[in-house]
């Protein structure tokens, strides 16, 4: 099948084989994901309301919205396209690159945002810095969200592509459609069912492909094995990670690109584990929401910490596929081996990102098919359309209103909001053609996260704990930060593609943890240097702003003193520490 | 509409089970829908155990996502959800706003 090289036919023979039985599970998904949207939307029933209000919903519902939310693009393709070229060292981003974050948002940073009541980035931005820091960030963040949207796209559209054998464009313009036809009938307003429902989805099709694929390479035994005579006898030339690295996760050079073990530790600890990780789960507010809706500040900080365990496991169920896939399907080993096999789910050539799929269409049954095609739909196309929407807000509230055209009405930022939806996903179109241009969307998504959220959160945590920081230095720290990161990247090997210039010997995610890294140093000194010479703001103007401002009862729950141990906070958080380090030492 | 609505529920004794929009049973039910479909393929169609290694895998993940799904609707049987009489109508979320209510009058 990939023997012909299938570019030029319009309707070239599909990746996959789906049977009505596929189609079948795919279509009972959309009809409960819209079916609720609707009734969401008409509010049938005040029981969805009470829902969705989220102080009736259990922390395990709002922590699995909480993982549910991040787990799409990021975490099933590109971490199984990670698997498959580097192996084990790809758990660092869950044991170093989330877990000590998400307990750090709920032991330290939650209830200050729940007590704040900041609805938003920008927001907290506003009131703390004011509008010149407010713009920069305003306008960062809805140009990350349509490049991250484009990344969503991507991926929808090579599923596309891969099902039914359309060219890449056409199958990008059809993912666009189909993601806009999910905004406007609703499929966001209940958000947090689709999240649990795409949670279980998710788990049911990719634990069965782990387990089978495990069977099929003779277990975990087998996989080494397999890997260390791949790693054996690779040609020199394809640059495959020796077999040592590829299965143990530390010291992890295979994820980091450097030479050294010492300086690989380094950058993986201080700028995936705290820079970027810190930076992205601490700021993301499109996660830290779920959090916000619960009843109480207890129920708020144990959310990220329940949505912890689950984390925890995650690994298992993308980074294995991955390294099955490199040593089971021929494509993925003529690919690991520095072949360019034709096809592929873009229909441009085969890549890591394709170790997933390719993996699903060799091992698994028509039927089972079907569920791992409805979850990967579901959790892209919920991922896509958050993107657009928290474009749509910033745009349409943060920039359009407070800058361009104050005091219309209602109707007006609506229908603004409503052009600004459709334009945003008309650019994804192009962000998503700028994403094909990556063998590993990982590589893609780090350099991003390193632009944005590094800088964003180094902002962040000087603004909240230092009152002296002035609002000159937020706007000062938040550009110096983005375009310091811009510059390694683009005076590195990789980091932005064939754009880099290769002046500095980084490559791979290793130029990314030093891209963001450097963004995080370059805006806290710029931050400090300027606000020793600049205004800051008044006191009074920084309560529930700033940590040393804000009464201690507010960042409190009183009722928690009362509940048994396995119910607090603290306990909770100490037991995922524990387990993570074990997991750690384990692998 | 909605006022007639919370009127009637006040009257009623002040609340009622949440039923079909209880989340446990939505989960339930698309767990348990799936769980059955895939357990018929499992029996009567090709199990294509070229692909799994000798393995029904349908017939597996069938049976499995049958007793997840079993589970899920016992338990908010077994459980249930009150709403209480007064429910407040949800905002929007702002960070996720796509479709809006109509905002207020007409």
Known sequence: MTALAPLALPAATPLIDANWLDYTLVAIYFAFVLGIGVMARRSVSDSIDFFLSGRSLPAWVTGLAFISANLGAVEIMGMSANGAEIGLPTVHYFWVGAIPAMLFLGVVMMPFYYGSKVRSVPEFMFRRFGTGAHLVNAISFAFAQLLIAGVNLYLLGSIVHALLGWPLWLALIVAAAIVLSYITLGGLSAAIYNEVLQFFVIVASLLPLTLIGLHRVGGYGGLKDKITAFADAAPAGAKVAPAAQQLESWPGQALSGFDSPFWSVVGIVFGLGFVLSFGYWTTNFVEVQRAMASKSISAARKTPIIGAFPKMFVPFLVIFPGMVSAVLVKEMIDLKGGGHPAGGASGEGVKYNDALLLLMRDILPNGLLGLAIAGLLAAFMAGMAANISAFNTVFSYDLWQRYIRKDHSDDYYLRIGRLATAAATLIAIFTATLASNFSNIMDYLQTLFGFFNAPLFATFILGMFWKRMTPTAGWVGLSSGTLSAVLVAFLSEDAFGSASQGVIPLSGQGASFVAASTAFVVDILLSIVVSMVTQPKPASELKGLVYSETPREDLVDPEEASMPWFQRTMPLAGIALVMVLILNFAF | ?106
């Open chain 2, 1 to 106: 509409m909605s006022d007639k609505k919370n009127e009637s529920s006040a009257k009623a004794s002040g609340g009622h089970t949440a039923g079909a929009f209880d989340i446990r049973n939505i989960i339930g039910s698309l767990l348990g829908i799936y769980g059955l479909l895939l357990l018929m393929a499992g029996l009567f169609m090709d199990t294509q155990e070229a692909k799994t290694g000798g393995v029904n895998a349908n017939l597996w993940t069938g049976l499995g996502l049958t007793v997840a799904g079993a589970v899920f609707l016992l338990w908010a049987r077994l459980k249930p959800i009150i709403v209480p009489a007064d429910v407040e109508p949800v905002g929007d979320d702002p960070t996720r706003p796509a479709p809006r209510r109509r905002p207020g009058g007409h």
